[in-house]
């Protein structure tokens, strides 16, 4: 994944990564939540990440110059597809990571108990 580039307003980057997704270019926008609440955390930008390694002079071409061709664009199909399987990926890793907690914790308890 590479940063594409950074926006003060949220409806810009969406705009950005609208227009990347419209071209096949697999992109993400990071930093929401966090601008959200910009006047505790002191964050006012969003970024624009494009996915895809490979995409990411694609993404940089189509920013500079709206006529150019994408080399290696994703269906939209496939795109729905990745961005949907994207959250129940996070939920194993976070399932995962609660486990192992859980683990620890109750490796400490009878330890301590003993």
Same mark, same amino acid.
């Given at each position: 994944?590479?940063? =594409?580039?950074?926006?003060?307003?949220?409806?810009?980057?969406?705009? /950005?990564?609208?227009? =990347?997704?419209?071209?096949?270019? &697999?992109?993400?926008?990071?930093?929401?939540?966090?601008?959200?609440?910009?006047? $505790?955390?002191?964050?006012?930008?969003?970024?624009?990440?494009?996915?895809?390694?490979?995409?990411? #002079?694609?993404?940089?071409? @189509?920013?500079?110059?709206?006529?150019? /061709? *994408?080399?290696?664009? @994703? *269906?939209? #199909?496939? %795109?729905?597809?990745?961005?949907?399987? !994207? *959250?129940?990926?996070? !939920?194993? %890793?976070?399932?995962?990571? $609660?486990? &192992?907690?859980? =683990?620890?914790? @109750?490796? &400490? $308890?009878? =330890?301590?108990?003993?």
């Amino acid at each position: 994944m590479k940063l =594409l580039g950074t926006y003060a307003s949220i409806i810009e980057a969406n705009r /950005v990564a609208g227009y =990347l997704r419209e071209q096949g270019i &697999l992109c993400k926008v990071s930093d929401v939540n966090t601008y959200n609440y910009w006047a $505790i955390t002191g964050v006012t930008d969003v970024r624009v990440w494009v996915v895809l390694d490979h995409q990411w #002079e694609d993404a940089q071409a @189509l920013m500079a110059d709206e006529d150019h /061709v *994408p080399r290696n664009p @994703l *269906p939209s #199909e496939d %795109i729905a597809f990745l961005e949907s399987s !994207q *959250p129940q990926h996070y !939920q194993q %890793i976070m399932y995962a990571c $609660i486990g &192992l907690l859980a =683990l620890v914790v @109750l490796v &400490l $308890i009878a =330890l301590f108990n003993s």
